[in-house]
């Protein structure tokens, strides 16, 4: 949900103080990595996902506040619009057979949620955009009540001082061409977050691994095909999101401002680099002050919880986020990676996670780093191919050209993942469970998004509208996730 904020505007003045602020809580965090002791003893994990609530029809329901009373549960929080829901779910290690613990766990939490959200009208999806979200379903009261989020909206509309035009198209030669006067379109973007804790030795190498596996990850994970009725990219989410969040009028665009929801521009030697380039490049959305004197916590020897900087920092969106916060008397840091859609299944999303944590040790392991043999445009053409290609998309590799996603992660990624998830420690039939998925997806060329698109396909060629074909896709979608099942496995109806 983010850190919440107790006004929706701000004047002048605060925003001045704020800038103020900000810039000394870097110097201050400047300081604690060259001096202080941050919190690595153990590599602890995390993850957030985010979920959609439809009605009995399969639709939009708009009633979050009720079914987190139903639910009621500290791990499900609110988000933006009233059909979100996020699910928090606690640190951990990857040690040992931790992973089938969480599995079975997530999916307890699950069901139970599910279970009490039915008895006010509603269920629960995993999935990257709702099929059956439509222009209808933000013209009213759609927006979460919530005083982060409505001061987002006013700071972002503000900052463009027009309404946000989106402009996508897909392969299939559909195409979203629409303005909208609010943040609503971004609300329909449900993905799960990854984090990982990191030495501030370690950062860079495991930023920039990250920031390599981008685009991998979308290319086998994608499941986000369909926006306001239109098959537009496979992880249509990306564009979506970039476009929906972005503070730029077309003028600064032209003059090539930075998005504030962006790739980045460079592969990073410190987690530094990345917060000297918030505070320097980004102006602030929401400049809440805090009674903190960073500086003064600093010298006393205690540790400064920072947060302007944290409060600044969550509003630049990274698709590869750096994390500075506290625990106890413990400061620490995390990469939290955001690249990733909801769903399809709990072991889908385990499968996901297990993928990338494996992968992402041994690439920040090699003798001659992947990123030191490739240019980071080369990464970013990587993520966006992913993007709109799915498990399609054509990757480039050093040493192996441009090859299609699957062979790239059959051939290499998975055998990294394998060996890195030994190294942490996980095991055996955790690394053959997990890992088993994802070369399913590659054998069978089916992920979230491809089963979406057949399906879809398939109901349409019956005769049915593409919006009745959406529904109709959608629940299946929601039997199949019920039974967890991996969705290469998935049957289309």
């Known amino acids: 949900m983010g850190t919440e904020v107790s006004a929706a505007s701000f004047s002048r003045e605060q925003r001045q103080k704020y800038r103020e602020k900000v810039r000394l809580s870097l110097d201050v965090f400047e300081r604690m990595l060259q001096h202080a002791k941050f919190d690595a003893d153990r590599e602890m994990t995390g993850m957030e996902i985010e979920l959609n609530l439809v009605d009995k029809e399969y639709e939009p329901k708009l009633d979050n506040a009720t079914v987190l009373e139903a639910i009621e549960n500290a791990d499900y929080q609110t988000e933006l619009a009233r059909y979100n829901i996020e699910f928090n779910v606690a640190p951990t290690t990857l040690e040992g057979t931790t992973a089938l613990s969480l599995e079975d766990d997530l999916r307890a939490s699950l069901n139970e949620a599910e279970r009490k959200a039915n008895e006010v009208g509603a269920h629960i999806l995993m999935i990257g955009i709702l099929p059956t979200v439509m222009p209808e379903h933000f013209e009213g009261d759609w927006m979460s009540a919530n005083t982060r989020y409505q001061a987002l909206n006013d700071a972002v509309l503000a900052a463009r001082g027009e309404d946000i035009y989106l402009d996508i198209e897909g392969s299939s030669g559909e195409k979203l061409d629409r303005y909208a006067d609010s943040l609503a379109p971004e609300s329909a973007c449900t993905s799960m977050q990854l984090h990982l ?23 086998v994970g994608a499941n986000s095909p369909y926006f306001f009725g239109q098959q537009l990219w496979h992880e249509t989410r990306i564009e979506l999101f970039s476009q929906a969040a972005d503070t730029r009028a077309v003028e600064l665009k032209n003059q090539g401002v930075r998005p504030r929801v962006f790739f980045g521009e460079r592969w990073v030697t410190s987690i530094f680099d990345l917060f000297e380039e918030n ?123 441009e090859i299609p996603v699957t062979e790239l992660v059959l051939r290499h990624l998975l055998p990294l993942a394998h060996e890195g998830l ?21 054998l069978s060329g089916r992920n979230g998004a491809s089963w979406q698109i057949e399906t879809t396909r398939r109901l349409e060629e019956r005769g049915l509208t593409r919006h009745e074909a959406l529904r109709q896709m959608l629940v299946a979608y929601a039997e199949n996730m019920h039974a967890n099942a991996p969705v290469h496995t998935w049957p289309f109806p």
């Open 422 to 442: 030994t190294q942490w420690g996980v095991a055996p039939e955790v690394r053959d469970r997990y890992l088993s998925v994802i070369e399913g997806r590659c």
């Open 197 to 219: 804790q990191v030495d501030p030795s370690n950062f860079a190498s495991y930023w920039n691994a990250a920031q390599v596996l981008a685009g991998p990850q979308l290319g």
């Open 279 to 401: 505070v320097r490049y980004f102006p602030a959305l929401l400049p809440e002050l805090s009674d903190e004197d960073p500086q003064a916590v600093l010298e006393a020897g205690g540790v400064p919880a920072l947060a302007e900087l944290k409060l600044h920092n969550g509003t630049v969106y990274r698709w590869n986020r750096p994390i500075y916060d506290t625990h106890g008397d413990r400061p620490h840091l995390r990469v939290e990676n955001r690249v990733l859609p909801a769903g399809p299944s709990i072991i889908d999303v385990m499968a996901n996670a297990v993928f990338y944590y494996g992968a992402l040790r041994m690439l920040t392991q090699e003798e001659r780093p992947v990123w030191t043999r490739m240019s980071f445009v080369a990464a970013e053409d990587n993520f966006f191919s992913g993007a709109r290609d799915g498990i399609e998309s054509r990757l480039y590799w050093p040493g192996r050209g």
